[in-house]
């Protein structure tokens, strides 16, 4: 009798459910066939059935109690982007590697005038007269670090730095010293999932004018990786502003042709497959090979030691504490951390 009484209800449960969508999208349809007969331009279709199935779905949300439970997921989300939003101005996710925070510092160089090249034979010099010539307190100068460079100059990393007040100095002036500021390079995101058919000016327009409201910006496609065998998209390499990167990444997608695509830091340094050093590649590279896995003195792909444990060949060489890795791991490799981060201090991510 209990059952029987149960399956009625549940039945009467699933007719009312039923006939109050049978009631909804009526509504919408008419609400459709009214705009059509209007003439009204598709953005008025669109808004005014959206608007009818917000108001059905609102009604229905609130007979059930979703409306609260999604609000408070709304706030959430809300607070997440806005977190987001926090890291990418703070951080840079280097690719299948750690977040590394963004230096807030300015690069400095100060050297000889042209006209006063001959008084400066070398860097120490140009630094001795730059300590006599300001007062890093007078000039409101955060000095972080200071190097020697080429030149008989000298570069200033600080925290904060009047740049107009120092080129101003009447004391540098007087020394035959001038300050400039060291130019930085623009930020590289990596977009994956782009459609192969897309040519780059495709990817570019479509860039500015499907996920970024058509706003004009400086891009440059850099690189475009070949496609997998089988597959119809592949990964592409943009260089961007650093207002475009953080809006960018901000977003949890972005559309290109049919496609819904990521997009995530790009930060390479140059680093030798033959002989694990920086700044040059395995094509013009004349020393000796070394194996990323082993530290062995062979190319990698001949290592016979896969199945040991790995030592890396650049921390070995550097006393590092941790060699147990390979000297591509950037999760692990110091040496290669510390190269990862100078290369991001030297790119504009403000």
Known sequence: MTSSKDAKDKRRAVEDSLSEHYEAFNTIATAYVQVVASMHTMSSIKEMIQGEIGKVCTDLFRASGIAERNE???????????????????????????EVVIPKTVKIVI???????GRYTSSQETKEAVQRAIDPGKMGLKVSRLIKIRNNGIKIEACDVDIGKLRSSRGLCEAGLEVKEEAKLNPRVIIRNVPVELSEEDIMSQLLKRNLDGEEDNIRIIYRFPARAGRAVSSCVVEVSSNMRKKLLSRDRIFLGWSACTVGDHVKVLQCYKCLSFGHIAKNCSGDARCSHCSGKHETIACDKRNESPCCFNCKSANENSISHTAYDVNKCSVLRRRITAKIHTINYD
């Open 111 to 117: 050297g000889p005038k042209p006209e006063a090249v």
């Open 72 to 98: 408070k997921c709304e706030d959430a989300r809300d607070s997440y982007a806005s977190v987001a939003r926090v890291s990418v101005a703070d951080r840079v996710r280097v690719p299948r590697g750690p």
